[in-house]
């Protein structure tokens, strides 16, 4: 039988997208980016048993036993990884949200955030911590895993932790208020320790540190280190103790570079490396997530309470940032997608234009594509489950139109997408 007589159409594909577990499935578009290669493959179908790839074969060679989805004009590739993100922060203005959205009402809005996500070919997030007094995320996770709501895949950790009176404390209220700061706060070794062993306890398998100030926050200074060497050296050997991996947030030069030394597995953010830092990673080999387009979002508009900052940067210092990290990757450091946009107010499609950043840094479609697929997943140690499209690990694949190395922009609206074999979305 010829395959194009074998395709199948919407109202089936509706029924299987029900519910699909213990089905066969050929995958079959234009061409296949599978996270490894160099180029695309051709004249390829992705065959899918139940939650896993078993191979990538010619199409003429597929099994009658297989049913066919035919993507004509489309791009099949891994489901795209976000390497950073806060799914619970549903406004621009996220630390007075925080005071004002309940935990309950978060997580509500961050399974519908991440349904959006999901929808739109996000099949894995790893959250950097969130502005939740609680372990929202860790719920939703628990739930998706459940199988009791659709979302993407979710590791990270609860909290982002933070000095008193740094990017991730509550700077602008009077000593009088007795508010919970939208970051966990720890100072001294002692206390440090203690918050990653309750962050571990209540789930999180990634610690987030702020290392510096922050941009988007009030009261702090980006440029400043947060951290001393000791806390700093505690905290990643309390996490380590535990198998769990740091992310180290840092803008500040001195503070990217003291977190590279204490073993931190990735940087995020580091605008303000420089050759040494870039030496540091490579000799280390510390994963670096830039999360560009976040600024870009912001920059000159009047949604944040911290406008001034972000703009300083991304008004005054972006082309030059992008330079190093462009340098970076061409010197071999591990770049990594990571959106940082936070959640619900932000629309779906506007999360992959992260990609379009890293290819206007230096980085070719091929590498910015890799980047937020393959590379992330070894950043995530998930190399044997996703980031992939390889015989054994999970189906999570999606279908961009036309071709996106030649326009980056086609990955905002993927018009297939599975995850773990079941089909999430269908193009009409």
């Given at each position: 039988?010829?395959?194009?007589?074998?395709?199948?159409?919407?109202?089936?594909?509706?029924?299987?997208?029900?519910?699909?577990?213990?089905?066969?499935?050929?995958?079959?578009?234009?061409?296949?980016?599978?996270?490894?290669?160099?180029?695309?493959?051709?004249?390829?179908?992705?065959?899918?048993?139940?939650?896993?790839?078993?191979?990538?074969?010619?199409?003429?060679?597929?099994?009658?036993?297989?049913?066919?989805?035919?993507?004509?004009?489309?791009?099949?590739?891994?489901?795209?990884?976000?390497?950073?993100?806060?799914?619970?922060?549903?406004?621009?203005?996220?630390?007075?949200?925080?005071?004002?959205?309940?935990?309950?009402?978060?997580?509500?809005?961050?399974?519908?955030?991440?349904?959006?996500?999901?929808?739109?070919?996000?099949?894995?997030?790893?959250?950097?911590?969130?502005?939740?007094?609680?372990?929202?995320?860790?719920?939703?996770?628990?739930?998706?895993?459940?199988?009791?709501?659709?979302?993407?895949?979710?590791?990270?950790?609860?909290?982002?932790?933070?000095?008193?009176?740094?990017?991730?404390?509550?700077?602008?209220?009077?000593?009088?208020?007795?508010?919970?700061?939208?970051?966990?706060?720890?100072?001294?070794?002692?206390?440090?320790?203690?918050?990653?062993?309750?962050?571990?306890?209540?789930?999180?398998?990634?610690?987030?540190?702020?290392?510096?100030?922050?941009?988007?926050?009030?009261?702090?200074?980006?440029?400043?280190?947060?951290?001393?060497?000791?806390?700093?050296?505690?905290?990643?050997?309390?996490?380590?103790?535990?198998?769990?991996?740091?992310?180290?947030?840092?803008?500040?030069?001195a503070g990217i570079n003291q977190a590279i030394r204490a073993g931190v597995r990735s940087i995020e953010h580091g605008t303000y490396l420089d050759e040494r830092s870039i030496a540091l990673m490579l000799e280390y080999g510390t994963y670096y997530v830039p999360t560009i387009f976040?600024?870009?979002?912001?920059?000159?508009?009047?949604?944040?309470?911290?406008?001034?900052?972000?703009?300083?940067v991304y008004l005054n210092y972006r082309a030059d940032w992008l330079a190093l990290i462009g340098k970076a990757h061409a010197a071999g450091v591990r770049i990594v997608v990571g959106v940082d946009l936070g959640g619900y107010n932000i629309e779906p499609e506007a999360y992959a234009?992260?990609?379009?950043?890293?290819?206007?840094?230096?980085?070719?479609?091929?590498?910015?594509?890799?980047?937020?697929?393959?590379?992330?997943?070894?950043?995530?140690?998930?190399?044997?489950?996703?980031?992939?499209?390889?015989?054994?690990?999970?189906?999570?694949?999606?279908?961009?139109?036309?071709?996106?190395?030649?326009?980056?922009?086609?990955?905002?609206?993927?018009?297939?997408?599975?995850?773990?074999?079941?089909?999430?979305?269908?193009?009409?």
């Amino acid at each position: 039988m010829d395959i194009k007589q074998r395709r199948w159409w919407a109202v089936g594909l509706w029924v299987v997208s029900l519910g699909c577990q213990g089905a066969q499935f050929a995958l079959v578009a234009d061409r296949v980016i599978d996270g490894d290669a160099d180029e695309p493959l051709e004249q390829v179908a992705v065959l899918v048993d139940d939650a896993r790839i078993t191979g990538l074969v010619d199409i003429d060679a597929v099994s009658d036993s297989y049913k066919v989805i035919s993507l004509p004009g489309q791009t099949l590739m891994p489901g795209m990884i976000n390497g950073h993100e806060h799914p619970l922060l549903y406004a621009d203005d996220y630390q007075n949200a925080h005071l004002t959205g309940s935990s309950a009402y978060k997580a509500l809005l961050g399974l519908a955030t991440l349904q959006r996500l999901l929808d739109h070919g996000w099949t894995t997030i790893r959250v950097m911590g969130d502005g939740d007094v609680f372990y929202g995320n860790q719920d939703l996770h628990r739930v998706i895993s459940e199988g009791v709501f659709e979302g993407p895949r979710i590791t990270g950790a609860a909290h982002y932790i933070s000095i008193t009176g740094g990017g991730g404390d509550v700077n602008f209220a009077s000593p009088e208020q007795m508010l919970i700061a939208d970051g966990l706060i720890a100072d001294g070794p002692d206390e440090i320790r203690k918050a990653i062993r309750q962050e571990i306890k209540y789930g999180s398998d990634w610690i987030k540190l702020l290392v510096t100030g922050a941009f988007h926050s009030v009261g702090d200074d980006p440029k400043n280190v947060a951290f001393s060497p000791e806390e700093l050296a505690e905290a990643v050997a309390e996490a380590g103790r535990h198998n769990v991996p740091v992310a180290a947030h840092a803008h500040a030069n001195a503070g990217i570079n003291q977190a590279i030394r204490a073993g931190v597995r990735s940087i995020e953010h580091g605008t303000y490396l420089d050759e040494r830092s870039i030496a540091l990673m490579l000799e280390y080999g510390t994963y670096y997530v830039p999360t560009i387009f976040v600024g870009d979002y912001y920059a000159g508009t009047d949604k944040l309470l911290a406008q001034a900052k972000n703009d300083d940067v991304y008004l005054n210092y972006r082309a030059d940032w992008l330079a190093l990290i462009g340098k970076a990757h061409a010197a071999g450091v591990r770049i990594v997608v990571g959106v940082d946009l936070g959640g619900y107010n932000i629309e779906p499609e506007a999360y992959a234009r992260e990609f379009a950043a890293l290819a206007e840094a230096g980085l070719s479609p091929m590498a910015a594509i890799q980047a937020g697929t393959s590379v992330a997943a070894d950043m995530l140690r998930w190399s044997d489950r996703v980031g992939r499209i390889k015989a054994g690990l999970l189906a999570d694949i999606i279908a961009v139109p036309g071709n996106p190395l030649e326009d980056l922009s086609a990955l905002e609206s993927p018009a297939f997408v599975m995850k773990d074999g079941k089909i999430i979305k269908y193009p009409d």
